[in-house]
């Protein structure tokens, strides 16, 4: 960057439904100034450009990546246009945010992970669950043991605008997986999916996905951009609790559920009893941080002092590598796909 002692530089590329945020967050970030807001669409940058008057509007991404008063570039187009913005980026020595997924082809994110680390550029990856408040809390309450081993997850993510580029797998997946490999501490080994509603049109918009892990855990996932409700649910149910996590409630985003079940008897035989304990419900509270406002800080102190993220170009790798196989399972009518 120009001096580590001034404020990084930022342009925020693609203004549609998800920029504003970023745009909205890095501006009003320490450690960072807003430079410039660049989309296709004319009448996206005028929007920005009224409410931050200091910053340059631009139509030209090319632009944006040449400019030399820019130090991070901040990608937010489509999905199928993040890669190659973000490479480019890279290659013109920017440091880049860039959000899910970052390539559909895991070999290209797997590039753009040694590009940044061959230049010394931090390349961050936009999984936005790991930010907020309850999915670090989340984290720590089954580091703790609290639900003892883990038999099922499930998580329910219903209600997003209808992509024409991508399919659910690829819109929503990245956040199940990025939540799932940051608070068990590993990925799957095992996937397959499947299309779940009547076909509307070529791309897919509702799945059932299965993870199958080493240890005979598994996650279900129900996914489906035409749900009348917005759910954000995962359940976690272990053999001395449960943890079910909501995004949408308010105060209540974490509900720990003491207690379990014993199983009496031996397997097989003709009275197996299983005997559930219920020992009440605790709701943990949490900051009210934006996880935006958040990720945005961590990113801007990796840019500054040259460290990493939580979610860096590694992770955004691994993230395509998982939903990549989950993809190919769902085109393959439920295939198992292993991972790797
Ligand atoms: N983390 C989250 O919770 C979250 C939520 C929504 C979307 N997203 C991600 O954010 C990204 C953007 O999604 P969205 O919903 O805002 O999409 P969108 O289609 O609403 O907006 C994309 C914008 O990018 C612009 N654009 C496309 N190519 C461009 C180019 N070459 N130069 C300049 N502008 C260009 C388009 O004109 C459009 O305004 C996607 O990768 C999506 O997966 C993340």
Known sequence: MANEAEPARVAVIGLGYWGPNLVRNFAAAEGARLVAVCDLDEQAVARQLAQYPAARGSRDGDEIIAADDIDI?????????????????????????????????????????????????ILHTDLTFLYTPSVRMLRQILESAACGELSYIESMRTQAPWRADINVVWDLVPHDVAILGHVLGRMPVEVSAHFAARRLASVEHAAFVTLRYDDGLHARLNLNWLSPEKVRRMVYCGDQGSVVYDEMEDDKKLRIYRGGFDIGGVNGSEKLTTHYRSDGVETP????DEALAVECREFLAAAASGGTTLSSGAEGYRNSLVCAAIDRSLKGDGRAVTIG
């Not at 990608?75 to 970052?102: M, Q, W």
């Not at 509270?285 to 009210?288: C, E, Q, R, T, V």
């Open 285 to 288: 509270s949490l900051s009210g």
């Open 73 to 121: 570039v901040v990608v937010s187009t489509r999905p199928s246009d993040n890669y190659p913005i973000a490479k480019a980026a890279l290659e013109a020595g920017k440091h880049v945010f860039v959000c899910k997924p970052v390539s559909q082809i895991p070999e290209q994110a797997l590039a753009l992970a040694e590009l940044a680390e061959a230049r010394e550029l």
